[in-house]
């Protein structure tokens, strides 16, 4: 079945570049998301790339997929404190499933 | 804000009853989605209807049920309550099913 994989945690100063990497196994996943999760709160939509495209850029954020290796990140440039949070990487892929498979989410530290 | 509402926020019960969570899609949108998020299983993809009628099962115990009425809104059935269906239940919106979904603010069940 499918999976999709994110490291737990990731720690960065404010004013600093993040980037929070996600593997996927399903060849056939045809759309790729980026959501965010603050405390208490649903999942935002950050962005999302189609799979016949290698890199998308919406202002501070910018997604990168290598479709070989399938490995997709999510770079936000001049890291915030308001962008602390879980980030989750989902894939479609369509066909009878329908819904969205997520990673378990990768929670975002802002240093001062 | 998604544009999608889900009532109600909070809902606490006792384990062998039935509760039913109510969700509102974006305007416009026909396919509406059930999401289940614990902290051990992540999120998972429960259901799936569009325009009334249902599309895709994901996970879904047989206790639970859902349905999308003629105006779209759904709501989502959980019978014979247990101690591990304590989650935070999200549903999603999108126009079709090939498009980018859209999550509401989720409704928290506690289960006791």
């Known amino acids: ?112 | 804000d998604s544009g999608v509402t889900q009532t109600p926020k909070h809902l606490i019960t006792a384990t062998g009853q039935r509760v039913t969570l109510r969700c509102s899609p974006r305007s416009g949108d026909l396919s509406v989605y059930w999401y289940q998020q614990s902290l051990d299983q992540g999120l998972q993809f429960l259901i799936h209807y569009y325009n009334g009628e249902e599309r895709a099962k994901g996970n879904i115990l047989e206790r639970f049920s859902a349905q999308q009425f003629p105006d779209l809104h759904s709501e989502l059935n959980l019978s014979s309550l247990e101690l591990g269906d304590s989650a935070l239940y999200f549903c999603a919106s999108s126009p079709s099913p090939s498009y980018e979904q859209y999550f509401g603010p989720g409704t928290r069940l506690t289960v006791t």
């Open chain 1, 1 to 112: 079945g499918e999976d999709v994989e994110q490291s737990l945690f990731l720690s960065v100063r404010e004013g600093d570049s993040s980037v929070i990497n996600c593997t996927y196994t399903d060849s056939s996943s045809t759309y790729l998301y980026w959501y965010k999760q603050e405390p208490g709160a649903g999942l935002q939509l950050l962005t999302y790339i189609f799979s016949n495209m290698d890199m998308k850029q919406d202002q501070r954020l910018t997604v990168l997929l290598n479709k070989k290796d399938k490995h997709l990140s999510l770079r936000i440039a001049d890291t915030q404190t308001g962008d602390s949070a879980i980030y989750f990487c989902a894939e479609y892929s369509g066909g009878g499933a329908d819904g969205l498979t997520f990673g378990k989410g990768t929670h975002l530290i802002i240093q001062p």
